[in-house]
């Protein structure tokens, strides 16, 4: 568990990036919900739905636990872990579900998400050092009131970066929530990634990209390809096949599907030494492809 005082600054980050959220969607235009957004089917306005729906559905689990209760949250499809196309089948509901509130909300989205995330706010608010341990209701099983926590802050920081992105022409990633997505992203502390690496099979030993960051969170991190499998660890001391030397904005941005690592290098985001025969491998690697 993490320290007390850890996750009272994270739930002050809550407050804090959900408040400018508010302020900044409560600003748009009415025609700027409709504009296309980095997520797949989805419009800016249904990327706000699906941020009214997450608070309502997840802070409903919270709050529920907090009261000692697990039951589950009605309509919510059960998908445990090692179910075939897992990953599929919930990406396919959270997906509809946001078109579906969008639409049943209709002209007042904006109050309604406002209403959700205050009501959240107030959740978290309420905890005391006793609750953080609390199991609560998750459809892939129990999970404590603690580690909703980094989620809540991953959603946030990434979909205000989807709706900024439509509307600005270079958004950068909240420096806040930098520390969590960069934790939160899949396959660190050596952990391998669950999709393989393509046409990785037959190469001659490990393929190593490095990313040497820069800003908060930044250092030095291989992501280390072997028996067609990847891992991301901290950088060793051997050279790498591909060096990447940007910030960790861009990192985050890169490895949570919002920029293609060809294009980042492309634009300046990434400065790029080694064999750039590699990118496009990474690229398709990230895509599932």
Known sequence: MQSIDTLQSQVDLIRSESSRLMQYVNDLPPEALENPSPCDKWNVGEVIAHLDWFADTYGGMMERGLRDDQSPTEGLPSVPPGTPNRQVIVDE???????????????????????????LNNVLAGIGPEDWDKPCYHPSGLRAVESFIPTIISELALHEWDIRSTLEPSPAVSEGSIPVLMEKIPGNRGRPWSISFPDMKDAPGPIRYRFELTGEAGGKRDILVEGNKARMEPAGDGSANLTLAGDTGTFILLMYGRLRLESAIATGGFDAKGNLGLVPGFDRWLEGV
Do not use: K, M, V
């Not at 909300?105 to 406002?114: C, E, K, M, S, Y």
């Open 93 to 119: 509901y959270y997906g509809q579900a946001a078109i579906d509130r969008r639409r049943s909300l209709g002209q007042d989205l904006i109050p309604a998400f406002t209403e959700r995330f205050n009501r």
